[in-house]
């Protein structure tokens, strides 16, 4: 990353972000922005202070 990139990145926790970014190029959606959910399928991970968290299945 190069520092300009790095002058205008405000976001908190860029790696969780790069992991993030990562899922949802490989199909991953979000279902809910507060807190923040994806799904794949039937897999479910919540983001829960600063965490990614495997929820389980999807009913």
Not at 28 to 53: A, D, E, N
Request: with cysteine; net charge positive; hydrophobic share 40%.
């Amino acid at each position: 990353m190069d520092e300009q990139r790095k002058l205008e990145e405000h976001r908190k926790l860029p790696e969780l972000r790069a992991h993030i970014d990562k899922l949802l190029g490989k199909g991953w959606v979000i279902t809910s922005r507060s807190p923040l959910k994806l799904q794949s399928g039937h897999r479910v991970l919540l983001v829960s202070y600063g965490m990614l968290i495997c929820e389980g299945l999807a009913a």
